[in-house]
């Protein structure tokens, strides 16, 4: 309920007492159970990051053993919530964007999502077997992060419709691990 307002209409602009209303709980409640407006979308981007560390596995798993094939699956669920018309882009971008403060749950738990998200590109590209998984890893995450970001400025038929291509390419043209690595 919290995250869809957050999302839907932006953090900053949802007050607490539009969360409650919509919970159909008193203000007072919810203070109960986030000390603040801070923990409580604190909460709702850890909440956000569980939910897409459920959808990047079961991507991954779902693409069957070839690593390559399974990054792509990574790629297809944001062309997927690019169709979806209430995309707005990137909830962790967002709420970073939102919350610039570092030491702030929300950006915290935003960097944290995000890192898990690289750190799982990067395993990803060791089992490629290429020269440089992590300068691999690192330029998918780079077009992954544009997707979200151009999905949100142009809709899924503006520039990101060429991401999957473009992850396809990378892939294709990183270079394999020397048999002497």
Avoid at 58 to 75: H, K, N
Wanted: proline share 6%; hydrophobic share 45%; with cysteine.
């Amino acid at each position: 309920m919290a995250g869809d307002l957050f999302y839907l209409r932006g953090i900053r602009a949802t007050g607490v007492d539009l969360v409650a209303a919509e919970a159909g709980v008193a203000p007072t409640t919810l203070y109960r159970l986030f000390a603040s407006k801070d923990d409580l979308v604190g909460a709702y981007v850890e909440r956000a990051d569980l939910e897409f560390r459920a959808q990047f596995t079961a991507a991954v798993e779902g693409a069957g053993p070839d690593p390559r094939d399974q990054i792509l699956a990574v790629f297809d669920i944001v062309l997927g919530e690019l169709s979806s018309d209430t995309f707005r882009g990137c909830k962790f971008l967002i709420s970073m964007a939102e919350f610039p403060e570092p030491e702030l749950p929300a950006h915290h738990n935003a960097l944290v999502a995000k890192s898990w998200t690289r750190e799982r590109m990067r395993e990803l590209t060791d089992k490629l077997e290429v020269e440089d998984p992590d300068a691999l890893a690192d330029q998918l995450m780079l077009v992954f992060e544009g997707l979200h970001a151009s999905g949100q400025s142009f809709g899924p038929d503006g520039p990101a419709k060429r991401g999957r291509g473009l992850a396809e390419a990378l892939l294709t043209s990183a270079a394999p691990r020397s048999s002497g690595s």
